[in-house]
Structures are given as C-alpha cells and as structure tokens.
C-alpha cells in the first residue's frame, strides 16, 4: 500500500491547517447515535423575579425550541427556577450542555431570540462575572458605563468587530457569538474593569481586521502596528518624608545593637557609683540648659544689635592738594592776553 493511499483513507488528517479558526465542526445527527443516551442529565439555574413575567411569556417558544433535540423543559415559579433534562428521544450529547447555557443567558435577561441561538454549533455563551474585580462601588458602576459608553455606541462597537451578541446587565456580563469573538469580548471586558478603555482594544481590533487582509503581513508580528497603553494613574497614597533605601546584599549579618551595659563602659560610667552617675547627669543637663537659654538670649538680642556701617574711602584729589600757584597765575595771564589781543 502506497503512502497516497493511506492519506487518502486519513481523510487528508496529515495535511498542515493554515487558519484553525476556518475549520467546520460536522454537525451531529441522529444518525450518529442510534441507541440514544443511556441515562438521564438534567441541569437547573435559578432566576430573579422580575423576569418571571417574561419568562412566562416565552416559556412556550424555549419548550418547543428544545423540543427538537429531544430536551425536555421545566419552568418552576415558587422555587423561581428552570430545569433541562434529557429524555429517550435525545441523540446529541452534548445538546443539555447547550440547554443549560441557554437558560442560563435567559435568567440573565438575555431575550429569546439571541438565547436560542446557543444551540446551534458554531455559536458558544460566556457569562464574565465583573461584580468581583473593583471593590470600590463608584469605581465599578464609572467603568462598567465606560464599557456601554454613550446611548451605546462602544457596546455596539465591540458587537460589530467581534461578531458577538453582548449583554450588560447587574454584577455581569453576558456574551453570545462564535469562540473567537468570545475570547476578544472577555478581555476587552476584563480590562475595562482594569481601569484600560475600550477604545484602545477596539482600535486593536480595528488595526488587526485591515492587516489581516494584507497577504503580505499575514505571517509577520503586528506588535509595531498596534497602540500601546501606559499607565499614567499615580498613587494617591502619602508619602514618607524619610524613605528607607535598601541597601545591597550581603552575606554578613548586620551588627549588633550595644546594650547599655556596653554604653556604660564605653563612657567610663561604669566603675562610678550611683550618687556620682546621677551628678554627671545632673551636670550635663545643666550644661544643655545652660547652652539652650544662651541660644534663646542672642535669639531675643539679634533685633537690637546695630548693623555694621560701611567705611567711606578718602578720594584721590583730596590726598593730592598741594597746587602750583605760579604756573596758575601765568596761565591766567596768558589768557587775558589772548583775549585783548583778539579784541584790538
């Protein structure tokens, strides 16, 4: 036997996938499994009372829906619960999974017309509980309306780029849609909880969905394309004025603390007597008291004391006075001759 044979009775099991994601699971039908279950599952979910209006409403749609797959559905208003179970008409295993998730999203208000949509193959829910990842009441109540944003429009976005149906309702979040969309709407969810907006990872999205379809860049990192969040949040917290800056390793245990027996005899203290300690005390207060009254009386006097005047300097011309009468009066009467000179 040839090793084209043997692919070919594979069913072409040994090829390489490019894109795991385009992969079509093959439906499940009753020809598959023609003895049927042999024992019974069934699964119950609580809801709250004001959906038990709708859910009566509507009761008669789920019963029919699930019908189909052979689950059989119990509608229970004094407990305020729903049970699926399985029945003898019932093929698909894992179809009472796919009813508990559906009444699940129906107990999270999710409306019938998005929650029968579960049971089909390519669609799987997800619930994120979002109640426990702030603890502060306003801080969660701001970023779980950043995640709707305004009349919508970032709820609606994030539906249109993940191909998924997205619910927010109480301490939860609802998602509907096909697994990939399911994994980018979870961690959009848990980073808008993380204080990180939306718009960044719905630009992300954005970015990814235009270079997806550049064969170029399809086997390439896309890090450089996407936008990058930084933190800018500071810690409120008040700081000590002192801070303690660790010091580096090293294998000698630190010193150790003198006791005050030590400190006696490093002072001399020691050998003296008690009488003689508590003179020396006495002293060495007296001398701080002493020096702390003479700081205060220069600190009272400091006002008073006049400043220091600067000393004016003697200029040149006084020092040389002396004058040459002689020469004076000869320029004088060269001047007047000049001048009678110049008149005549």
Not at 156 to 170: F, N, R, W
Not at 189 to 196: C, G, K, L, W
Request: with cysteine; aromatic share 6%; proline share 6%.
């Amino acid at each position: 036997m040839t090793s084209t044979d043997s692919e070919e009775k594979d069913g072409g099991r040994s090829k390489v996938v490019d894109n795991a994601w385009s992969i079509k699971v093959p439906s499940f039908r009753p020809e598959d499994n023609p003895h049927r279950l042999l024992e019974e599952s069934s699964f119950a979910t609580l809801f709250p009372k004001y959906r038990e209006h709708y859910l009566r409403e509507c009761w008669p749609l789920v019963q029919s829906s699930l019908e189909e797959h052979g689950i059989k559905a119990d509608l229970d208003v004094v407990e305020g619960s729903m049970t699926v179970r399985t029945t003898r008409r019932t093929w698909d295993p894992y179809i009472i999974i796919k009813a508990r998730d559906m009444i699940k999203l129906l107990s999270r208000s999710v409306p019938y017309e998005q929650a029968v949509r579960v049971l089909q193959d390519e669609v799987e829910s997800d619930i994120i509980k979002i109640g426990s990842l702030v603890r502060n009441r306003e801080k969660f109540v701001k970023r779980r309306q950043r995640l709707i944003g305004p009349s919508g429009c970032t709820l609606k976005s994030i539906e249109l780029l993940t191909d998924c149906y997205v619910l927010v309702q109480g301490q939860t979040v609802a998602a509907l849609g096909p697994y990939k969309g399911l994994q980018q709407v979870r961690r959009i969810v848990e980073d808008t909880m993380r204080n990180i907006h939306p718009i960044y990872n719905i630009k992300a999205l954005m970015i990814k969905r235009e270079l997806a379809k550049d064969p170029k860049l399809k086997n390439e990192n896309w890090e450089r394309f996407l936008p990058k969040f930084n933190s800018k949040n500071l810690s409120k917290r008040k700081q000590p004025k002192k801070k303690k800056t660790k010091e580096g390793y090293t294998p000698f245990p630190p010193p150790q603390t003198e006791s005050k027996v030590d400190k006696l005899l490093a002072s001399g203290e020691y050998f003296l007597k008690e009488e003689q300690r508590r003179a020396r005390r006495l002293k060495i207060k007296d001398e701080k008291h002493a020096a702390a009254a003479r700081f205060r009386e220069e600190k009272r006097n400091k006002p008073f004391i006049p400043p220091k005047e600067p000393h004016c300097k003697s200029s040149a011309a006084n020092q040389n006075s002396d004058i040459d009468i002689a020469t004076l009066k000869k320029k004088i009467k060269n001047a007047q001759k000049k001048k009678s000179s110049l008149s005549s």
